[in-house]
């Protein structure tokens, strides 16, 4: 057969595989929630703006309704949107949507060897063990206060230190915000200026800045044609490298000082487990395992609560009436004590802020995916076990049956009549059901105490005027990064002559 015969044959033979997979694909896509028309290969990607997925995500949501189905490639991923279809799911058949979706993006490093991306049996294991060991280190409790006080000091510090000048905030709660999750997870805090904790808060930062661009959009829907194609999503995996070697470097000084009867963090806990499940030839705790989890919870726990807090600052400038009343808050509870944890039952108005904050910051978009653990019925719908699902979060925070006027910032959405902190089920900031955040009361403690003693110390002062400040999101993806911007930190006593 001469050569223009053969590729003939082959290009035959091409379409026709295509098209037959096109067909299956089209007859399955016939039984799911509607959604628009996918296109051989590229799926639904042209419906994207790749910029933007969420809004391109809430346009569909507008077209389609609360549950709707887009193809990355030809792999069909539903989406649930609004309060209603995501407490139905997530929160009223918990069990079945307990499984993770693949998420390539850390699937192709971790392979699932880790806490948030495994399923079954190993991930109930280890989110329990995790979950055990945060509180026993004092997650929720007072020790863990005392760790966020302390980090909280060493801020103050090194804020002062820029003398009133203009001043971009993003690195300093980084430092802090990591510091307190490595003091849990490896026994010890770092000094701001150690060379290796400055290289780890840039490679979390990077990480996140490459997944929540367009480059990090395309490897985790498209990993298959991406993994070949060079490009800013490549320096990820170096990313990781690089954090999993200074994982493993602190894991191999724990195995040298390991005292089994008096464990210092999360990796000596893990390493006495693994000890006492030696024989257990199915057990689920190794030295990856160990090193892939604490990878996972460094990112969680640093980057959403990093990002929240500096949503936070970003919002008290932009809203200066908001920021007097909080002002006013902190005067009449805190005085000129440090801030305690409970202190916030007394401070309704603080509360609601950084509630709202969270509600209209949004840091989470698109949650994490979820997958079907069995067949499972939803509204008029049987949708097979292993099935993958998006939570569309932004849709739930920007719900109008939920919420007044969603678009506006507005604390008291979290306010009674009463005056009284009021609770609103739709914030799902940290999902909802039984993947849901299990940092959550970490964060809202840290979140707490860093905001108080912050602005206990300092008035905050914005170099433009709220009308002049944006506070766009600067990367859309599986987080929303919030701008950079900068203010003046006046110390309390000078700005109040
Ligand atoms: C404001 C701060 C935070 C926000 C908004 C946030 C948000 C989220 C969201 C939306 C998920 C996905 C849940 C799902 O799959 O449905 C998640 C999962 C997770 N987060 Fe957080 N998180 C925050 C802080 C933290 C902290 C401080 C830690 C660490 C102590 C942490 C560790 C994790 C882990 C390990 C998972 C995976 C859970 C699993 O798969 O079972 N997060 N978080």
């Given at each position: 057969?001469?050569?223009?015969?053969?590729?003939?044959v082959?290009?035959?033979?091409?379409?026709?595989?295509?098209?037959?997979?096109?067909?299956?694909?089209?007859?399955?896509?016939?039984?799911?929630?509607?959604?628009?028309?996918?296109?051989p290969?590229?799926?639904?990607?042209?419906?994207?703006?790749?910029?933007?997925?969420?809004?391109?995500?809430?346009?569909?949501?507008?077209?389609?309704?609360?549950?709707?189905?887009?193809?990355e490639?030809?792999?069909?991923?539903?989406?649930?949107c609004?309060?209603?279809?995501i407490?139905?799911?997530?929160?009223d058949?918990?069990?079945e949507?307990?499984g993770?979706g693949?998420?390539?993006?850390?699937?192709?490093?971790?392979?699932?060897?880790?806490?948030?991306?495994?399923?079954?049996?190993?991930?109930k294991?280890?989110?329990?063990?995790?979950?055990?060991?945060?509180?026993?280190?004092?997650?929720?409790?007072?020790?863990i206060?005392?760790?966020?006080?302390?980090?909280?000091?060493?801020?103050?510090?090194l804020?002062?230190?820029?003398?009133?000048?203009?001043?971009?905030?993003?690195?300093?709660?980084?430092?802090?915000?990591?510091n307190?999750?490595?003091s849990v997870m490896?026994?010890?805090?770092?000094?701001?200026?150690?060379?290796?904790?400055?290289?780890?808060?840039?490679?979390?930062?990077?990480?996140?800045?490459?997944m929540?661009?367009?480059?990090?959009?395309?490897?985790?829907?498209?990993?298959?044609?991406?993994?070949?194609?060079?490009?800013?999503h490549?320096?990820?995996?170096k990313?990781?490298?690089?954090?999993?070697?200074?994982?493993r470097?602190?894991?191999?000084?724990?195995i040298?000082?390991?005292?089994?009867n008096?464990?210092r963090?999360?990796?000596?806990?893990?390493?006495?487990?693994?000890k006492?499940?030696?024989?257990?030839?199915?057990?689920?705790?190794?030295?990856?395992?160990?090193?892939?989890?604490?990878?996972?919870?460094l990112?969680?726990?640093?980057?959403?609560?990093?990002?929240?807090?500096?949503?936070?600052?970003?919002?008290l400038?932009?809203?200066?009436n908001?920021?007097?009343?909080?002002?006013?808050?902190?005067?009449?509870v805190?005085?000129?004590?440090?801030?305690?944890?409970?202190?916030?039952?007394?401070?309704?108005?603080?509360?609601?802020?950084?509630?709202?904050?969270?509600?209209?910051?949004?840091?989470?978009?698109?949650?994490?995916?979820?997958?079907?653990?069995?067949?499972?019925?939803i509204?008029?719908?049987?949708?097979?076990?292993?099935?993958?699902?998006?939570?569309l979060?932004?849709?739930?925070?920007?719900?109008?049956?939920?919420?007044?006027?969603?678009?506006?910032?507005?604390?008291?959405?979290?306010?009674?009549?009463?005056?009284?902190?009021k609770?609103?089920?739709?914030l799902?900031?940290?999902?909802?059901?039984?993947?849901?955040?299990?940092?959550?009361?970490?964060?809202?403690?840290?979140?707490?105490l860093?905001?108080?003693?912050?602005?206990?110390?300092?008035?905050?002062?914005?170099?433009?005027?709220p009308?002049?400040?944006?506070?766009d999101?600067?990367?859309?993806?599986?987080a929303?990064?919030?701008?950079?911007?900068?203010?003046?930190?006046?110390?309390?006593?000078?700005?109040e002559?």
């Amino acid at each position: 057969m001469d050569f223009y015969s053969l590729s003939t044959v082959l290009l035959v033979i091409l379409i026709t595989c295509l098209l037959a997979k096109y067909t299956r694909m089209m007859l399955e896509k016939a039984k799911l929630p509607p959604g628009p028309t996918p296109l051989p290969i590229i799926g639904t990607l042209y419906k994207m703006n790749l910029n933007n997925v969420v809004r391109s995500l809430m346009e569909l949501h507008k077209t389609f309704g609360d549950i709707f189905t887009i193809y990355e490639g030809n792999r069909p991923c539903v989406v649930l949107c609004g309060y209603k279809a995501i407490k139905e799911t997530l929160i009223d058949k918990a069990e079945e949507f307990s499984g993770r979706g693949y998420f390539p993006l850390f699937y192709d490093y971790s392979k699932g060897d880790d806490l948030v991306f495994s399923n079954g049996e190993k991930w109930k294991e280890l989110r329990h063990f995790t979950h055990l060991t945060l509180t026993n280190f004092g997650m929720g409790k007072r020790s863990i206060e005392e760790r966020i006080k302390e980090e909280a000091e060493h801020l103050i510090e090194l804020l002062k230190k820029t003398n009133g000048s203009p001043t971009d905030p993003k690195l300093h709660i980084h430092y802090s915000v990591c510091n307190l999750i490595c003091s849990v997870m490896f026994g010890k805090r770092f000094d701001y200026q150690d060379e290796e904790f400055q290289n780890l808060i840039h490679w979390l930062q990077d990480s996140f800045r490459i997944m929540s661009n367009p480059w990090g959009l395309m490897y985790n829907a498209y990993p298959w044609f991406m993994k070949y194609i060079p490009g800013p999503h490549k320096q990820l995996m170096k990313n990781y490298t690089f954090i999993t070697d200074l994982i493993r470097k602190r894991v191999e000084n724990n195995i040298k000082s390991l005292d089994s009867n008096n464990p210092r963090d999360y990796i000596d806990c893990f390493l006495i487990k693994m000890k006492k499940e030696e024989k257990n030839s199915a057990t689920y705790y190794h030295h990856n395992t160990l090193v892939m989890s604490i990878m996972m919870v460094l990112f969680g726990g640093t980057e959403a609560v990093s990002n929240t807090l500096i949503f936070i600052f970003l919002l008290l400038i932009k809203h200066p009436n908001v920021a007097e009343k909080v002002y006013k808050e902190i005067d009449n509870v805190i005085g000129h004590r440090p801030p305690n944890y409970e202190d916030r039952l007394k401070m309704p108005y603080t509360e609601a802020f950084i509630h709202e904050v969270q509600r209209f910051a949004d840091v989470a978009p698109l949650s994490l995916p979820h997958e079907l653990t069995k067949d499972t019925q939803i509204r008029n719908y049987t949708f097979r076990k292993g099935t993958v699902f998006l939570t569309l979060l932004t849709s739930v925070h920007y719900d109008k049956t939920q919420f007044n006027n969603p678009t506006n910032f507005h604390p008291n959405n979290f306010l009674g009549e009463d005056g009284k902190f009021k609770k609103n089920n739709a914030l799902m900031a940290f999902s909802a059901g039984k993947r849901i955040c299990p940092g959550l009361s970490l964060a809202l403690m840290e979140m707490f105490l860093f905001f108080t003693t912050m602005l206990q110390n300092f008035t905050i002062k914005s170099l433009v005027s709220p009308e002049d400040i944006s506070i766009d999101p600067v990367g859309v993806g599986l987080a929303h990064i919030p701008p950079n911007y900068e203010f003046c930190l006046l110390p309390r006593s000078y700005s109040e002559e």
